[in-house]
């Protein structure tokens, strides 16, 4: 945890640790500091601080042992004062992290877990197709409730200019 911010850390901590046995859990959606309050175990470290960017939670996901770990790794590399026996293992750890926390692989295309959300609201359901631009994907919008297809840009600047470019066409 140590990559969130401290005041955020209090807070969800806080949060967490006043839940009574007593309390009813409030069903979805609701707000991120009941999801904080209620859910904290279930989040990764990187959705503990990012849960507050949203208004409303529709959906969290799978549990955190199926998620991305979403900590940061130090892009350099640490001396340890031993020597490595495998250069390419070392490399691998160097970058496992290091595209957008683990959410991306190297060609800036979204690693997908069946199961979990999508901005706390999309629930992804299946694998549709990949293409030149990125993936698609069948969700369930839990805000309107119904099936819809999403689809997500690779993480590059040229391919976020064309998207936009055919959103505007859309």
């Known amino acids: 945890m140590q990559n969130i911010p401290r005041g955020i850390i209090n807070t969800a901590f806080s949060l967490g640790s006043v839940v009574s046995k007593e309390e009813q859990v409030p ?19 990187y959705e503990k601080a990012e849960i507050l960017d949203y208004d409303t939670i529709y959906f969290i996901g799978v ?42 692989d190297d060609k800036g295309d979204y690693n997908i877990i069946m199961g979990d959300h999508i901005g706390y609201r999309y629930e992804v359901i299946e694998f549709l197709g990949k293409g030149s631009f990125g993936t698609a994907l069948k969700c369930i919008d839990h805000k309107e409730k ?12 040229k391919y976020y200019y064309q998207a936009s470019v055919e959103l505007r066409i859309l």
Do not use: W
């Open 63 to 104: 549990p955190k042992s199926k998620k991305v770990d979403g900590k940061q790794q130090q892009t350099e590399k640490q001396d340890t004062g031993e020597q490595s026996s495998n250069d390419e293992e070392d490399k691998e750890k160097k970058n496992k992290f290091t595209h957008n926390y683990g959410y991306d």
């Open 146 to 157: 119904k099936e819809v297809a999403v689809k997500i840009v690779k993480n590059k600047k």
């Open 27 to 45: 069903a979805l959606p609701t707000t991120p500091q009941n999801i904080l309050r209620y859910y904290f175990e279930q989040l990764t470290d």
